[in-house]
Every structure is written in structure tokens, then in C-alpha cells.
């Protein structure tokens, strides 16, 4: 698989610095409207892994300042944040008890170890923690999988009960394991390094990161559907590739004239 095809693609549609600028403009507006730009942003993505499984690469999906159009992009948005949140709560609570086990356990080690061994016992107790935190990255993204899968499902298809069909989904994360882990853990390396450069150039291209996240991300999760079908796994019913276009009001019809009553 090609963990990193979003990366390149994404300037493949000629309209691609417009609908960037959108992207852009709707990651910057998440950090001060809560929930609904990051929604919509996600509701487009949906349509971008939804066009990528039928066979539509390019061009990407319409992306504009059409607030009727952002608002129909809500519609498969909340669908695979639902079924994310849901699948990832269990996952959230066993990632902070290890959490808080770790930070414990760091604390008692380093008062024992300077009790014991003095600077050099604190700086044993502080790499071991280190050592521990780095493998807490990829034990999250092994936790988080399965609520990617549900996500992936769900906005496939824009049916919520396709996310949660449990036996399902862990299926489809056995099949899929090994090419999930290593793509997530790629793709979160690299965004993480695109986040420290943000922040060494004071945040300004830091909207822009996001949106491409979310974008190499989608494609990643298209790929990851056409694998699993290569693999021999059952297709799922997709949604059509596009939101569908307003009907156009339709002109009043003309009621013929009617004819006057005859007279004597």
C-alpha cells in the first residue's frame, strides 16, 4: 500500500488551492466554533473516501463558501463522528488507566530511585519513563483502530448501523490489522512532525496541516477498503459519491385559458 498517495494527490484537481482554501478556512474556524466546521470538514472527507471506492480520484469533491452545501455536509460528518466517539470511549478510559498507571509508577520510581541511587537513580527513572511514553503512541493507535474501521464504514456507506455492527468491524480489523497499524502509525508520525514545524514557524501553517490530515487520511482509508476487498472481504452498500444537487424550483404551470360560457 502507498501510506502516503494523499500527500501527493491532493494538487491532482485543477480547482485544488480553492477548495485548500476552504479546507483551511474551516480547520481555522474548529478552534472557535465548537464541534460544527471539523464536522463538516469530516462530512467532506466522507465524500472524498466514498469517491475514491467508486473508482473517482480526481477531481476532489465540491468544496465552497455555499453554507447550504456545508450544511448538507453535516449530514455524513456526524454520522462518522457518532460512531467514532462511540468506539472510541472504551478506548479513551483503558488509554488513561495505563496512562495514570505509568505516571504513577514513574513517580514512585523516581522517589526510589534518588532515595536509592541519587542523581543517577532519578535519570534511570526518568528514561524508563520516556521509554514508556513512546510505547504508549503506538498502543493508542492499536486501541484506536477498531473506532476507524466503524468510522470507515459508516461514512462509506452513510448508515450509522453499518459503524456499529460489532462482529462486523472486528472482522474487518483482523483482516486489515497489520496494513492499519503500520499505515496509522506512518501517517500520525508524519503529521506529528508537520505539527512540531507549525509550531517552530509560529503556528501559521498549522490550519493548513489539519486539513491536509484529514484529507491523507481519507485516501488512506480508501485504500484501505480496496484492500480489503482484494483480500476476499464483503463489499459494503455504498452511498452515492456526491450529496445530491438542489432540484431547481420548477416555473408555476400555466392553466389554460378557460373558455366562456355560451350565452341564448
Not at 85 to 109: D, H
Not at 208 to 234: E, N, P, R, T
Amino acid at each position: 500500500m502507498d501510506y502516503f498517495r494523499g500527500y501527493r494527490t491532493f494538487r491532482s484537481d485543477p480547482e485544488w488551492t480553492s477548495k485548500m482554501f476552504v479546507g483551511v478556512a474551516l480547520a481555522l474556524c474548529s478552534g472557535f466554533i465548537p464541534i460544527l466546521p471539523g464536522v463538516a470538514l469530516q462530512g467532506w472527507a466522507a465524500l472524498v473516501i466514498r469517491r475514491s471506492a467508486h473508482g473517482i480520484e480526481t477531481p476532489l469533491p465540491r468544496l465552497d463558501f455555499d453554507f447550504d452545501y456545508l450544511g448538507k455536509l453535516l449530514d455524513p460528518g456526524f454520522k462518522g463522528f457518532i460512531v467514532r466517539l462511540l468506539w472510541s470511549f472504551p478506548a479513551s478510559i483503558l488509554f488513561s488507566l495505563f496512562f495514570m498507571c505509568g505516571y504513577f509508577g514513574f513517580a514512585f520510581s523516581l522517589a526510589g530511585g534518588v532515595q536509592a541511587g541519587g542523581d543517577a537513580g532519578g535519570v534511570a527513572a526518568l528514561c524508563c519513563f520516556g521509554a514508556g511514553m513512546l510505547m504508549m503512541f503506538p498502543l493508542y493507535i492499536v486501541l484506536l483502530i477498531p473506532s476507524s474501521v466503524a468510522a470507515m464504514r459508516c461514512e462509506l456507506t452513510n448508515n450509522l448501523n453499518e459503524g456499529m455492527k460489532f462482529g462486523e468491524v472486528i472482522a474487518m480489523t483482523r483482516m486489515m490489522f497489520r496494513e492499519l497499524f503500520v499505515g496509522s502509525l506512518l501517517i500520525g508520525a508524519t503529521q506529528m512532525m508537520l505539527f512540531v514545524l507549525s509550531l517552530l514557524l509560529c503556528y501559521i501553517p498549522f490550519p493548513f496541516v489539519l486539513w491536509l490530515g484529514v484529507y491523507v487520511h481519507a485516501c488512506f482509508q480508501a485504500d484501505i477498503y480496496k484492500a480489503y476487498l482484494a483480500k476476499g472481504g464483503a463489499p459494503l452498500a455504498l452511498a452515492p459519491p456526491d450529496l445530491p444537487l438542489p432540484v431547481p424550483p420548477q416555473p408555476p404551470q400555466q392553466l389554460p385559458p378557460q373558455q366562456a360560457a355560451g350565452g341564448w
